[in-house]
Every structure is written in structure tokens, then in C-alpha cells.
């Protein structure tokens, strides 16, 4: 059987209509080979959320029967392409507290290959992600700050260059002269066209082998079976929190083992205790209940409960106290008052540096004036 099968890996509602182009498009450039195939999308255990990892997947066969018995299941359990629209998710993917993390490698069959939209190299792509036992493909398609529809998805040429790029690293899949046509067709585009065929002329694969990567074991947790269930509806009670760290200073909250939603997001909140004015503002306005009390009254974000939101930063009334950090700055969820406790002058430098190249990078939701696509295109071409 010769069935093969693309997932794409986004974040919910901000990249929806990529992740769909991306779909649809292999399908109807395999219709142009001959072949059949299908596109749907898979939202973990909830319905799409703002900024919550989700996926699409698109199955292609040579034929209905072969399709068919690919698709006798709730999703494909391995797919010969990853596509990775945000690189943060490189760290995992965790959909709102179902099976716990997943590796984003995980579904990538012996030999497949891995798409990621990034500015990092790709020894930085692979200490993210969890180790294989297996050897699989990196293939990075370089990009600017919005491409690949960070905050929000942008026409940026994203879709097409994904699709170039994937007919190189998957040839089996379909073929070139159809996916440009199906392009064509599409978007009434040449400059998408040309997009795409510049992607699949420079693609490159870099081999993962096994035992590269991050050598952790992805937390998860067992669901009770439907014999453990009790009669009528039981919620739990979570115990009242004590002191910091279990000391008789601060405060800490009880958090609940399995609400860990760190891959959500793809900044995170770096705090200059020195300027910190104890307002207790981010403590109070924080949804998910993040911060911890620390005994000389400042707030430590504990960073597995933290899904980057922001409004810490937002509420903060201190220029600077509260700073949201592009995620891939960071490998690790370690307390940042502790680094600040055992080292003053060292974590003081290190967020200044980390605040500083924050600034310097651009947060845009849009285009905001006319010419600012163009000049955006021609910003992209001149990375990749």
C-alpha cells in the first residue's frame, strides 16, 4: 500500500487558515497525479482555542479502497511528514491536558522528515525536541519574524513555500508540476508560484539521528477507564496551598499534577525582581494562577502552569518589570527567583540581554501601511 500521510502542527485559530491551505492544497494537487485524498483537522480533547496546539492531517492513496482502510481510525498513528508552522511546539505539543506531552516527532515514521518554519539553526530546533529511536529528516525553511503566521496568520507566501518545500523532501506525495499548477489555480498567483518553486529548489534535509535531542521522558498520566468512574458527576477539590516551597513564608498554591500547559505557548514572562514594586497586580490578574508568593513578597511564575498569555506584562505597572520572551530563548521551566536568589549580578545581565534582543524584535499583527507586504516579501526572500 502505498497511502502516505501529512500532519500540520499550529496553533489554534491564529493559523487555522494556514494549516488549512497547506491541507487542501495537497489534495487537490494529488487529484492532478491521479491519486485520491483527504483533509480534516483534529483538535485534541477540546474544541480549537486561541493559541492552543491543533492539527490537520492529509491522507493520500493511489486509490478509494486503499484510503478507506488509512482512514478506519480516529487519526493516522504515524505520517511520513511533520509540519511544524511554529517553532516553539518543537518542544512538544500538549492539547489542553489530555494524554500530557507529546514529542512533535512523535507520529514521524522511521525516515520521514520534519518541516519546521524558523529563524534557528538546526542544532537549536533539535535540543527541543525529544529523542527517536529512530533516524528521521530536518528540513528548516528560514523565514522573518511573521512568517510562518506568528501571532496571526498572514498571506506571507508561508502555505506555498511549505508546499515547495514539502514535493522536495517528499516526492511520493505529489508531484511538483502539480502542486504548482494546483497553486496557480488556487491563488491566481505567478509570485506564489515562483514562491513555491524557489522553496522546493532550496530545501534542504538534515539527518536527526538517534539519541540526539532532548533526552526526556514527555510527562503524561493514566485516564481512569470507564470502570473507574464513580456514580453521578464527581469534581475533586484541589488542597488549599501553604507556605513557598513548603516553608512557613510566601504562599504557593496547590496545583492540579496534570495542568501543565508550558507548550501552549510561545512566549513566556521574565520578571526584574529588582524593580518589582510588590503591587501584586500579576499575581491577582494571572487566569491560571501562576505565580507563587515568595517569601520576601515578590511573584515567581511557575513556569509549567504558565500558557504565555501575557496579561502579567500587560497589567504590570512597572516599565519593564513584566517582559514577554520569544519561548525559544529558553530550554528549561526552572524558577527565575531562584536563579535571581543564588546569583544577582548574573541573572540581572542575562534578562537584561534577553529584554533587550526582545526589543529589538518586531510584535505585528498586521500590515499597517500600504507597501508593507511588498516590503515584507522581500524581506523573506532576501533570509531564505
Given at each position: 500500500?502505498?497511502?502516505?500521510?501529512?500532519?500540520?502542527?499550529?496553533?489554534?485559530?491564529?493559523?487555522?487558515?494556514?494549516?488549512?491551505?497547506?491541507?487542501?492544497?495537497?489534495?487537490?494537487?494529488?487529484?492532478?497525479?491521479?491519486?485520491?485524498?483527504?483533509?480534516?483537522?483534529?483538535?485534541?480533547?477540546?474544541?480549537?482555542?486561541?493559541?492552543?496546539?491543533?492539527?490537520?492531517?492529509?491522507?493520500?492513496?493511489?486509490?478509494?479502497?486503499?484510503?478507506?482502510?488509512?482512514?478506519?481510525?480516529?487519526?493516522?498513528?504515524?505520517?511520513?511528514?511533520?509540519?511544524?508552522?511554529?517553532?516553539?511546539?518543537?518542544?512538544?505539543?500538549?492539547?489542553?491536558?489530555?494524554?500530557?506531552?507529546?514529542?512533535?516527532?512523535?507520529?514521524?515514521?522511521?525516515?520521514?522528515?520534519?518541516?519546521?518554519?524558523?529563524?534557528?539553526?538546526?542544532?537549536?530546533?533539535?535540543?527541543?525536541?525529544?529523542?527517536?529511536?529512530?533516524?528521521?529528516?530536518?528540513?528548516?525553511?528560514?523565514?522573518?519574524?511573521?512568517?510562518?503566521?506568528?501571532?496571526?496568520?498572514?498571506?506571507?507566501?508561508?502555505?506555498?513555500?511549505?508546499?515547495?518545500?514539502?514535493?522536495?523532501v517528499c516526492p511520493q506525495l505529489v508531484s511538483l508540476k502539480s502542486m504548482l499548477e494546483t497553486i496557480r489555480e488556487q491563488t491566481g498567483s505567478e509570485t506564489k508560484v515562483a514562491s513555491a518553486q524557489k522553496a522546493y529548489d532550496t530545501a534542504t534535509i538534515r539527518q536527526v539521528e538517534p539519541g540526539e535531542g532532548n533526552p526526556e521522558i514527555p510527562y503524561s498520566f493514566v485516564l481512569p477507564g470507564w470502570k473507574e468512574m464513580q456514580e453521578g458527576v464527581v469534581i475533586k477539590a484541589i488542597e488549599a496551598g501553604g507556605g513557598f516551597r513548603g516553608g512557613e513564608g510566601g504562599y504557593q498554591p496547590v496545583r492540579n499534577e496534570v495542568f501543565k500547559k508550558y507548550s501552549t505557548r510561545s512566549m513566556r514572562p521574565v520578571i526584574n525582581f529588582e524593580t518589582c514594586i510588590k503591587c501584586t497586580l500579576c499575581w491577582l490578574q494571572c487566569p491560571d494562577t501562576c505565580f507563587d508568593v515568595t517569601p520576601d513578597g515578590l511573584y515567581d511564575a511557575n513556569m509549567e502552569s504558565c500558557c504565555g498569555c501575557g496579561v502579567c506584562e500587560a497589567v504590570c505597572p512597572v516599565p519593564d518589570c513584566v517582559t514577554m520572551v520569544g519561548e525559544a530563548e529558553f530550554e528549561d521551566n526552572n524558577s527565575q527567583w531562584e536563579m535571581w536568589q543564588k546569583d544577582k549580578e548574573g541573572y540581572n545581565s542575562w534578562m537584561t540581554l534577553l529584554v533587550d534582543k526582545q526589543k529589538s524584535e518586531t510584535r505585528t499583527h498586521g500590515f499597517h501601511h500600504v507597501g508593507g507586504y511588498a516590503e515584507e516579501i522581500a524581506n523573506t526572500e532576501e533570509v531564505s
Open positions: 500500500m502505498s497511502t502516505v500521510a501529512v500532519e500540520v502542527v499550529y496553533r489554534g485559530i491564529f493559523q487555522k487558515s494556514l494549516a488549512r491551505n497547506i491541507v487542501r492544497n495537497i489534495v487537490f494537487a494529488a487529484r492532478k497525479d491521479g491519486k485520491i485524498g483527504t483533509a480534516f483537522g483534529r483538535y485534541g480533547d477540546s474544541p480549537e482555542r486561541n493559541g492552543i496546539p491543533a492539527k490537520q492531517f492529509a491522507v493520500v492513496a493511489d486509490n478509494a479502497e486503499e484510503l478507506e482502510e488509512t482512514l478506519a481510525q480516529y487519526e493516522p498513528t504515524e505520517v511520513d511528514v511533520t509540519i511544524n508552522v511554529d517553532d516553539t511546539l518543537c518542544k512538544g505539543v500538549e492539547s489542553w491536558a489530555w494524554y500530557g506531552l507529546q514529542p512533535i516527532n512523535q507520529l514521524t515514521k522511521p525516515g520521514g522528515t520534519l518541516i519546521v518554519t524558523s529563524r534557528q539553526d538546526a542544532d537549536s530546533l533539535i535540543r527541543d525536541m525529544h529523542q527517536k529511536d529512530s533516524p528521521i529528516g530536518l528540513s528548516i525553511l528560514k523565514s522573518t519574524v511573521s512568517f510562518s503566521g506568528l501571532w496571526v496568520y498572514k498571506d506571507d507566501h508561508t502555505d506555498v513555500r511549505v508546499l515547495g518545500n514539502l514535493c522536495n
